[in-house]
């Protein structure tokens, strides 16, 4: 036979890496969860660790301390993760996706041995700052200003929700520099924390990812170097269009981690309770939904690796990452709130986890571009064929 086929196969660098990262979930991530979500606690010392395991930098090169690994396998991390404790995971994709990649593929070499070096061995971590109070889905409306005075531009404006928010020391942040050219007037900058006239808001309290510290941000005349423009002048939309891109599929493989998890735990709670002197799993009620969610994990499943695939392939992943983020996201919606069905009482109290898992999944339908967006997204590209 001389037939090629399509291999649906882990190579074993990937099991390995699946097999680290699910250690550590159970290990690490999941002692303490429920009471980090309760406090809104930051998960500091799973992120340090995290960063020694080498998921803060996974695909950044190892000549800047990443671990030079594919998306698939990111994506098999943002799965893992993401079963125990999406508000850890969130962190793994910003800085990963958002902060790390963009930094690599669109800073200069300067920029790159300065923070780069840094972020990808988690010895720091960024954020990145697109949302404002009035520019969320609607992202040219910029009303965030830089002001270019020559060397050095001058900041002002208002961003909002951004992960990372206090614990970032570096911000890729978005703003407007020419108005006149719309969108083409944008710029992305790299702010250090502690700048003079950047204040940090205070943190939100939030349904889900409790964990995650998402502040507002307020700029008051900072003074950023022009060395720390990413790209060329007006290049800071496509800069954060293009960085999107790449994050949708990290937020889609949290989605899936969150949908697994939460099957993961009904299934076997459905083989141990028992109810009309049975196990709830063989009344057919509640082993159609186990099911149901095993068929839509799947599925999925594979439209994240196949956004991840089209990344390392080089080929174009805007439309295979905005699917494989609208659905995953609506998948883990769905099974989230089915676990809790499962679990009967016992799923509406926290000592379960699948409320836990049920109030994260809805963030994944927010945040990286809403549903809605990725449909805009989704539909423009296949319309335009
Ligand atoms: N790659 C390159 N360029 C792109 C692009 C892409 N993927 N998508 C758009 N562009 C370009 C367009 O080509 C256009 O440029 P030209 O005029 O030169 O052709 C320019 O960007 C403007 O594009 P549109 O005209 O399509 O702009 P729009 O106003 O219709 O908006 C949008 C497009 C897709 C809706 C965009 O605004 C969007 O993605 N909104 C959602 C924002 C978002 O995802 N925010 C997430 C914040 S980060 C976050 O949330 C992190 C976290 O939670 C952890
Ligand atoms: P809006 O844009 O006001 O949307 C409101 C509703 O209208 C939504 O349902 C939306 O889908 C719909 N809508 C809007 N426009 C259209 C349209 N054209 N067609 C159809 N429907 C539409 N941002 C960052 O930059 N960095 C971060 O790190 C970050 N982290 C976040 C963390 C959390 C916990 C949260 C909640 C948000 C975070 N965000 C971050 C912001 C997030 O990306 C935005 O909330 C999101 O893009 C939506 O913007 P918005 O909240 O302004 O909603």
């Known amino acids: 036979h001389n037939f090629k086929h399509m291999d649906f196969t882990l190579t074993e660098e990937q099991k390995l890496i699946q097999q680290a990262a699910r250690d550590f979930a159970q290990n690490e991530l999941l002692p303490g969860v429920i009471e980090r979500d309760d406090a809104q606690k930051f998960p500091a010392e799973q992120v340090k660790k995290m960063g020694e395991l080498g998921f ?21 991390v943002m799965e893992e993760l993401s079963k ?24 200069t070499e300067e920029q790159k041995e300065k923070y780069l070096t840094k972020l990808a061995t988690g010895e720091i971590i960024g954020a990145f700052c697109l949302s404002e109070p009035e520019a969320g889905s609607d992202a040219t409306s910029q009303k965030t200003t830089a ?15 951004i992960t990372n928010g206090s614990t970032a020391s570096v911000y890729i942040v978005i703003a407007q520099t020419d108005k006149e050219k719309g969108h083409k007037g944008i710029n992305a900058l790299i702010v250090e924390k502690g700048a003079e006239g950047f204040e940090i808001g ?8 409790r964990g995650s510290d998402t502040h507002s941000l307020l700029f008051n005349d900072v003074k ?10 007006g290049f800071g939309f496509k800069f954060a269009m293009k960085t999107l891109s790449g994050g949708r599929i990290g937020i889609a493989a949290q989605a899936l981690g969150i949908a697994a998890g939460a099957y993961e735990l009904a299934k076997k709670y459905s083989k141990q309770r028992k109810a009309f002197g049975t196990e709830i799993s063989n009344h057919q009620a509640i082993a159609f939904k186990l099911a149901d969610m095993h068929t839509q994990i799947e599925a999925a ?45 016992n799923g509406f109290v926290k000592d379960y986890h699948v409320e836990r898992l049920m109030r994260d999944a809805k963030i994944t339908q927010i945040y990286e571009g809403t549903s809605e967006i990725q449909k805009i997204v989704i539909s423009r590209s296949i319309l335009r064929d």
């Open 202 to 209: 205070p943190k939100e309290n939030k349904l889900g990812i």
């Open 84 to 107: 125990v404790d999406a508000s850890s995971s969130v962190v793994v994709s910003v800085n990963n996706s958002l902060v790390c990649y963009g930094i690599e593929a669109y800073g």
């Open 224 to 233: 950023v170097p022009k060395e720390n423009r990413i790209g060329e002048d």
């Open 56 to 76: 803060l930098g996974m695909m950044v090169n190892p000549k800047y301390g990443g671990s030079g690994l594919d998306a698939v396998s990111y994506t098999i």
């Open 301 to 345: 499943r594979h439209l994240v690796y196949k956004a991840a695939w089209d990344k390392d392939q080089g080929h174009n992943f805007d439309l295979s990452g905005a699917m494989a983020k609208l659905y995953a996201s609506q998948v883990a919606m769905d099974t989230t709130v089915e676990a809790v069905q499962v679990h009967g009482g």
């Open 147 to 161: 002001i270019d005075k020559g060397d050095h531009y001058i900041l002002n404006g208002t961003k909002n929700w």
